[in-house]
């Protein structure tokens, strides 16, 4: 009834306000402490997940970001305040008695003539040249950024946003894009790397003599490993002379060596 559905409103609207002052280039960032865990941060998706909200009707809020964030991966704040300002709107009109599908109704119409006006405004910039399109591109990266921690930086990091889009073709998913840490410098050490990097995972001696990177590199591509690995479980050699198991081990040895001398020969650069 009636009173259920300004309690869901209610619901929505505590949520809303929790992240409402972090939109915006003036937004604020919250720390949130949970657990053994402290973040800081403004995004309204981060900050929406770490609230666990138990409430039904909030908890759909959050979903909303939610998708929002996975859809197009920014604008998480903005989506659930609309929604939260929509809500309020709404709770005036269903105090006056009015349906609830009724509201629902004129909600889509409004949606759709917003559409409209929108695509109406929109720029087409498939017929632009590359500068002025990459331009454009800036400009979009930078706005985003101003909310962000790095607006003191935002030229330097969209023009490296917008170099990194525009280096993968239509076949290649953005989600290839990857961000790897490294501790120590400043945010503007920051480098965008044309091609594949690697954090290193381990070491061995004569590492710190072996080159960083590769230029053009042979790359070979295995399905099996390149190492000597104990026996399989319930394995058995059946062997008459002690000797004979030191063979065994000469002729594994063997085997491993003369893949190595092959990759050797072809000039790998990377296997």
């Known amino acids: 009834g009636r009173p259920q559905i300004i309690s869901n409103i209610n619901a929505c609207q505590v949520v809303v306000d ?16 949970s657990g053994n865990d402290v973040t800081i941060t403004n995004d309204g998706a981060t900050v929406l997940r770490l609230l666990d909200v138990a409430h039904p009707a909030a908890a759909v809020l959050v979903d909303v970001a939610k998708s929002q964030d ?11 305040i609309l929604a939260g300002e929509l809500l309020s709107e709404a709770k005036h009109f269903i105090n006056d008695g009015i349906s609830a599908q009724v509201i629902i109704k004129y909600f889509r119409a409004a949606c759709e003539r917003a559409i409209k006006h929108v695509d109406s405004i929109a720029i087409d910039i ?13 400009k979009c990266a930078e706005t985003s950024l101003n909310s962000k921690l790095l607006s003191g930086n935002k030229n330097f990091f969209a023009q490296m946003v917008v170099d990194a889009v525009m280096l993968l073709d239509g076949d290649l998913d953005h ?6 840490k490294v501790t120590g410098g400043s945010s503007t050490d920051s480098t965008l790397v044309r091609g594949v990097a690697f954090k290193k995972t381990f070491t061995y001696a004569g590492a710190e003599q072996q080159p960083k990177k590769f230029s053009n590199p042979k790359i070979l591509l295995l399905n099996l490993e390149l190492e000597l690995k104990a026996e399989k479980e319930n394995a058995e050699i059946l062997i008459k002379d ?4 030191q063979s065994i081990i000469d002729a594994e040895w063997t085997i491993l060596h003369d893949k190595l001398k092959k990759i050797a020969d072809m000039g790998t650069n990377i296997v």
């Not at 929790?18 to 402490?33: A, E, F, N, V």
């Not at 996975?70 to 659930?80: H, L």
């Open 242 to 245: 002690p000797k004979q198991y």
């Open 126 to 138: 498939s017929n632009k040249s590359p500068e002025e399109k990459r331009s454009l591109l800036v």
């Open 70 to 80: 996975d859809e197009v991966g920014d604008g998480t704040t903005s989506v659930a």
């Open 18 to 33: 929790c992240i409402k002052t972090t939109l915006g280039p003036r937004g604020m960032d919250k720390l949130i402490h």
């Open 175 to 180: 989600e290839m894009i990857g961000i790897k």
